[in-house]
């Protein structure tokens, strides 16, 4: 890959760090409060993420997908700057949920963005693995984020952890400011946010991306609320010390990490996989269910990463390649709005089920859910080359400007400057 796109790799996993490190430090600061307090300022900040991130697609597909990343960074290191004044002098519980609302509507309008940046880097044939490399080290980052966090909580409370943020987030700046992808983005100037997002919806339907869409719904829906919500109840039903409950979770990020690590080195997995990836997560998922051993509860998980892991490394590359030109981030705002709404309506239906039937039943239920995910067919592979679209577009371009056609839609082609090596 070019030098480029790894420095901003590089740079994106340290500002996925300082966001780890303030959503731990805003829900230990919230928690001090209660209980409730520290729900009501986590949801305040999960919120956006679901009913904003539409937006955030058409946003960025209307006016550029590196700007759109450099203005909700440089909005954050505004909010940082002011809530690091506010926290110096002891932070408020209303402080705290202004910068959860405030990191929250800019995460949603710049994820979807932040999905399609590789893209411009990256031809069909580098495709997966670029999209691996920038998820092992989202990943990494995610991991040692509340750890870290924590940490730095001892050393110096709220504002030592505020300072960290804000450094990481003008660091991505600069390098958003200096790395400019060597792929053209095409600007969807003329139609409306509104019309830019229906017109993304129909874009899925009709290439053939619906189905993973639903996919990723039954994915999230299944295996997220056993991360968070089924192996603390599980830990507590069947005696596992708090350590151990911890341990177990970690290990669904050990069956993802190496996956992914496997595919950034030699690629993304055959056709089949995407079926037994499924399969490997129920399977882990239904061991969890029935066993109360915490040893064999990290097995559980182990699988439910490794299968996760074979299925989102093969369908996500897919996704991106059958994105038509132009809505990059808008397709990636429909994969985040799936994932959003699955967590959001799968995690209370889950502690009903669980409440109801218990919660062996509920995992066997998820089990089942994820298998499902597996019959759902995925988009084709795009069949002509990168060479031969990169040769047509170019065609198609010189024939609308001489003249041999009818005009074309309203839309501008904005080249980027020639990559720096």
């Known amino acids: 890959m070019r030098r480029g796109f790894r420095v901003w790799s590089l740079a994106a996993a340290a500002s996925t760090l300082g966001d780890s490190i303030t959503y731990f ?16 300022v986590l949801t305040v900040q999960s919120v956006p993420l679901c009913v904003l991130v539409l937006l955030g697609g058409a946003v960025a597909d209307r006016w550029g997908i590196r700007r759109t ?17 506010h926290a110096l002098h002891g932070p408020s519980l209303l402080g705290l949920g202004v910068l959860a609302a405030a990191s929250g509507t800019a995460a949603a309008l710049r994820r979807p963005a932040d999905g399609a940046f590789p893209r411009l880097f990256a031809t069909d044939a580098e495709l997966a693995r670029a999209l691996a490399s920038v998820s092992l080290l989202l990943q990494a980052a995610r991991t040692g ?7 730095l909580l001892g050393w110096g409370g709220l504002p030592l952890t505020t300072a960290v943020d804000l450094l990481t987030y003008v660091l991505v700046l600069v390098v958003l400011l200096r790395v400019r992808p060597p792929r053209a983005e095409v600007l969807r100037s003329s139609e409306t946010l509104l019309r830019g997002t229906v017109s993304a919806l129909r874009a899925a339907r009709r290439t053939g991306v ?5 996919a990723v719904t039954l994915l999230g829906a299944a295996v997220l609320p056993v991360v968070t919500l089924a192996v603390p109840l599980a830990g507590r039903d069947r005696g596992w010390s708090a350590p151990a409950a911890g341990a177990v979770v970690g290990c669904w990020t050990v069956g993802t990490f190496v996956v992914t690590a496997l595919v950034a080195r030699y690629g ?9 990836g499924p399969g490997v997560g129920a399977l ?3 061991l969890l269910a029935v066993t109360r051993s915490a040893a064999l509860g990290a097995l559980a998980l182990v699988l439910l990463g490794v299968g996760t892991a074979v299925w989102t490394t093969t369908a996500m590359p897919l996704l991106v390649r059958a994105t038509p030109e132009g809505m990059l981030a808008r397709f990636q705002a429909l994969l985040g709005f799936a994932q959003n709404l699955a967590v959001l309506v799968a995690l209370p239906a889950l502690g009903l089920l669980a409440a109801a039937a218990g919660l062996r039943t509920s995992l ?21 080359s990168e060479a031969t679209s990169e040769a047509t577009s170019e065609a198609t371009s010189e024939a609308w400007s001489s003249g041999g056609g009818p005009q074309p839609p309203e839309r501008e082609r904005v080249r980027a400057r020639p990559q720096r090596r």
Not at 69 to 85: G, I, N, S, T
Not at 146 to 151: D, E, Q, V
Request: aromatic share 4%; proline share 8%; with cysteine.
């Open 284 to 286: 882990g998922i239904a």
């Open 69 to 85: 990343m450099m203005a909700c960074d440089a909005a954050m290191v505004l909010v940082l700057l002011a809530f690091l004044a």
């Open 210 to 214: 619906a189905p993973l869409l639903v």
């Open 364 to 384: 066997l239920v998820l089990a089942a859910l994820l298998a499902a995910a597996a019959a759902l067919p995925l988009p084709a592979a795009p069949a002509t």
């Open 268 to 276: 993304a997995v055959g056709a089949r996989a995407r079926t037994v």
């Open 25 to 40: 430090a805003v829900g230990w600061s919230a928690a001090a409060y209660s209980p409730g307090a520290a729900s009501l």
């Open 145 to 151: 984020g509340p750890a870290l966090g924590g940490l």
